[in-house]
C-alpha cells in the first residue's frame, strides 16, 4: 500500500532550524513530483514548496523563500525539507504529498499524503 511517512518536526526557538522527511513506499517514486505542505488549525492548507522527479526544478512559497530548501534522494524514495530561520508563523503541521507529474501549488492535484509532522517554533 502506498504510504508517506513525516519525520523531523519539534519544537525549536524562533532563528532556529529543523529537517523534516518523508519516507515514501508503495508507488514508483520516481514518477512523482514531492510536495511540502502546511496548515494550522482554522486555515486552509497552504503551499510550501515543491520538487520535480529528477530535481532539476524546484518550486517555494513566498514566504519560505530563502529560508527553506527542498531535496529529495530517489535511491532512497525519501524527499527533505530543510527549515531554517524559523519564524512563530511557520508554526503548523507539515506535510508531504505526491503527485504524477510535474509539479503543482494546490493540494487537491496531490494524490497521496502523508500524516503530518508538527513544527512549533516559540518566541
Known amino acids: 500500500q502506498v504510504q508517506l511517512v513525516e519525520s523531523g518536526g519539534g519544537l525549536v526557538q524562533a532563528g532556529g532550524s529543523l529537517r523534516l522527511s518523508c519516507a515514501a513506499s508503495?508507488?514508483?517514486?520516481?514518477?512523482?513530483?514531492m510536495g511540502w505542505f502546511r496548515q494550522t488549525p482554522g486555515k486552509e492548507r497552504e503551499f510550501v514548496s515543491a520538487i520535480n522527479w529528477s530535481s532539476v526544478s524546484t518550486y517555494y512559497a513566498d514566504s519560505v523563500k530563502g529560508r527553506f530548501t527542498i531535496s529529495r534522494d530517489n535511491a532512497k524514495n525519501t524527499v527533505y525539507l530543510q527549515l531554517n530561520s524559523l519564524k512563530p508563523e511557520d508554526t503548523a503541521v507539515y506535510y508531504c504529498?505526491?503527485?504524477?507529474?510535474?509539479?503543482?501549488?494546490?493540494?487537491?492535484?496531490?494524490?497521496?499524503w502523508g500524516q503530518g509532522t508538527q513544527v512549533t517554533v516559540s518566541s
Open positions: 508503495g508507488f514508483t517514486f520516481s514518477y512523482y513530483a
Open positions: 504529498a505526491a503527485r504524477r507529474w510535474d509539479i503543482k501549488t494546490t493540494p487537491g492535484a496531490y494524490d497521496y
